[in-house]
């Protein structure tokens, strides 16, 4: 399959575009995989992002507010000895990595999953089922940010430092890991305006400006509105608290060590703020991105 597919070299690696979307060839051998061997099942949560969306946040408040009554939140939570990556697998990633057929067995219900998955390249089965989807989506110049520097510590050390620039000119092209990320975005926000009942459509911005609404809101899609006791016993700052950026980061188990995927627990927590893309891009390259998410989200009620 690969070698039928356009292709396009950047200086490490080289993307397959796939159904309209951009891959490494390990990306899609996961991707393949999954869309023909996982079968959802209705009470599924799968956690939809595209890459430096703010997936570890989010991966870290669903699980908590999932299993709040079996875990609470005490000096012994799941997340303060495993990083949220290894609690919340990527389908495509970790469960369906180098073509792969899991046994998902051990997963209780409500399984609880993680992708990068665009909506329309998302197995059957998850369209069919009555599972339910979030999607977290990021202003675009700070995905990109955060996107150049996670590559950056993902290259091997004798391989110097990725170029911003052309990194840059490629993610403006929309080649980038699992994008064009305009069609990434439009994919789920588009579906979710269809059909709220299956999306959730959240964005890390306002999760940062109001967090309380926000996870009041994903508890409510998810069936476990949070009760009169627990709004009482503050129980909503509690999992903010235990989620937030600051605690998270500074937990012995996310300063060293690596995730079984092999990447190092560091490497998700940088600065974990909006708007840091004014302290990399120049005003130039601020403005083209610009131009770009307003041309390719014009229309569709959504700006950033
Ligand atoms: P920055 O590189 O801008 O700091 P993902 O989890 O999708 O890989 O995205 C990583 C980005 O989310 C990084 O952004 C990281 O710092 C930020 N992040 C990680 N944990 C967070 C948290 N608990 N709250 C807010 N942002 C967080």
């Not at 197995?123 to 339910?132: G, L, Y």
């Not at 620039?165 to 926000?189: A, M, N, Q, R």
């Not at 509105?225 to 998270?248: H, M, R």
């Not at 120049?282 to 610009?290: I, R, S, Y």
Request: hydrophobic share 35%.
């Amino acid at each position: 399959l690969l070698s039928t597919l356009p292709k396009e070299k950047t200086r490490l690696i080289t993307l397959h575009k796939y159904q309209d979307f951009w891959y490494s060839a390990r990306q899609l051998g996961g991707v393949l995989a999954c869309q023909q061997h996982f079968q959802a099942q209705d009470t599924d949560i799968h956690l939809a992002t595209a890459p430096k969306s703010g997936t570890t946040w989010l991966k870290a408040l669903v699980f908590t507010l999932l299993n709040r009554k079996n875990c609470p939140i005490t000096k012994d939570h799941p997340l303060v000895t495993t990083n949220p990556h290894d609690l919340v697998p990527f389908l495509e990633f970790d469960l369906y990595a180098n073509n792969q057929v899991p046994d998902l067995a051990s997963f209780a219900s409500p399984r609880l999953f993680s992708i990068h998955l665009p909506f329309t390249s998302l197995p059957k089965s998850v369209h069919e089922s009555a599972c339910k989807l979030v999607y977290l989506c990021r202003d675009p110049k700070d995905v990109f940010v955060s996107l150049w520097h996670f590559s950056n510590k993902l290259r091997p050390q004798n391989i110097e430092t990725i170029s911003f620039e052309e990194t840059f000119h490629k993610y403006c092209k929309g080649v980038s890991f699992f994008g064009p990320f305009w069609d990434h975005i439009l994919g789920y926000w588009k579906e979710s305006l269809r059909n709220p009942e299956k999306i959730l459509f959240l964005k890390y911005e306002d999760l940062k400006e109001q967090p309380r609404l926000h996870l009041r809101r994903l508890a409510q899609f998810m069936h476990c509105p949070f009760s009169a006791k627990e709004e009482t016993e503050g129980v909503v700052d509690e999992i903010l608290e235990l989620c937030s950026f600051g605690n998270l980061r500074n937990l012995e188990v996310n300063k060293d060590g690596k995730l079984s995927s092999g990447v190092e627990n560091t490497a998700f927590f940088r600065r974990g703020e909006v708007g840091d893309w004014k302290n990399y891009l120049t005003a130039e390259m601020g403005d083209q991105l610009d131009e770009i998410i307003e041309e390719k989200f014009y229309g569709s009620g959504l700006s950033f």
